[in-house]
């Protein structure tokens, strides 16, 4: 079982509880040793040898194998229309100086035409693929991590039609807003360590720009639309990705950021024999993006350091041995008070706010993927990710690329 915060625990055997002594500590996802950073165990029980025991109840002690994964390949997609700020000020009360000083934003890219969603989000998938020479019908699970699918019932599915996967495998939605990729790397970590599955694609992916009130500066000049994948795959324990984590959702929060349900606008009426005149109930959708910008600033500069810090703890090691800072691309504000925070220098953060904006699930693995292929992030190097946003939901995890 693993908690919040990235401890992982073993349920107990009552008929061993005298003999199995854990052979190590389990600190974090990472689940490192009490020795040091570098020896990590999923799972490990030694049984001490006992005057008179017989061999068969030796061989009848649970021996879990212990099992990592690593981030093996990623990929993005963005839809050919770019929307600038200079554009935008077409249609709304704004210019470009007043956007890009209060949100670091100077384009970003919005579905048009025959495009979709589900797309983009195999166009990414198929990237990763590439770079992790896996074949698609080698994947045995598909998380897409989405808050706007192009079908109410999910999206994940219609991306294993798209990408051709023969072997049927299972396929579903994270919905977690803009926390939803975090998510998404820390499922898939659990399906391959607890489930035995081997390659796992993540997909965050997401269209704000459904969802956006174009006549409202406050929120329509924040969002873009994009997907990114990366491919987990099973590996020793040695190469594992997922060093520490931190996961965290508060409700109270939702009045802050939400785009909620919109039931009929009029009241029930009832007839005179009883019956509900509006039955049966009109179609409904949902609203646009609401935002309380300013309590959203405070809540992710406030949660974001202390989640980074959390997830460092569970996998013991330092903030110094970050190489780099990848956070949700929300707003360069957000980045830069969170990597003061942290220390962290601001030529160690990764940023392609400016243009893209905010694309909520796809933001974290869209900018890793023009990271990796630019050359800035190598194999080995440790990532701090973070993501916060609707719900409310934050989270953290230490990574380590390649």
Known sequence: MANASGFF????????????QPS??????????????????VFCSSVEKQAGASSST?????RLVSKGCKLVGCGSAVPSLNISNDELSKIVDTNDEWISVRTGIRNRRVISGKESLTLLAAEAAKKALEMAQVDADDVDLILMCTSTPDDLFGGAPQVQKALG????????????????????????ACHIRGGGFKNVLVIGADALSRF?????????????DAAGAVLVQASDIEEDF???????????????LNATFKGNETDSELGSNGSVLDFPPRRSSFSCVQMNGKEVFRFACRSVPQSIENSLANAGIPASSIDWLLLHQANQRILDAVSSRLDIPSEQVISNLANYGNTSAA??????????????????????????????????AILRWG
Do not use: M, Q
Request: hydrophobic share 35%.
């Open 9 to 20: 625990t073993t349920p107990s055997v009552p008929s061993l509880r005298r003999k199995v």
């Open 24 to 41: 190590l500590a389990i600190f974090g996802s990472g689940f490192r040793s009490p020795e040091g950073f570098s020896r990590r165990v």
């Open 58 to 62: 030796e061989s009848r002690a649970p």
């Open 165 to 188: 996967c023969k072997k049927n495998p299972l396929s579903y939605d994270i919905t977690a807003a803009c926390s939803g990729f975090v998510l998404g790397l820390v499922s898939a």
């Open 212 to 224: 956006v009130d174009w006549s409202d500066r406050g929120t329509c000049i924040l969002f873009g």
């Open 242 to 256: 997922l060093l520490g984590f931190d996961v965290h959702s508060d409700g109270d929060g939702s009045r802050h």
């Open 363 to 396: 933001s974290i693995p869209l900018a890793l993927d023009e990271s990796v292929r630019s050359g800035k992030v190598k194999p080995g190097h440790t990532i701090a990710a973070a993501g916060f946003g609707a719900g409310l939901t934050w989270g953290s």
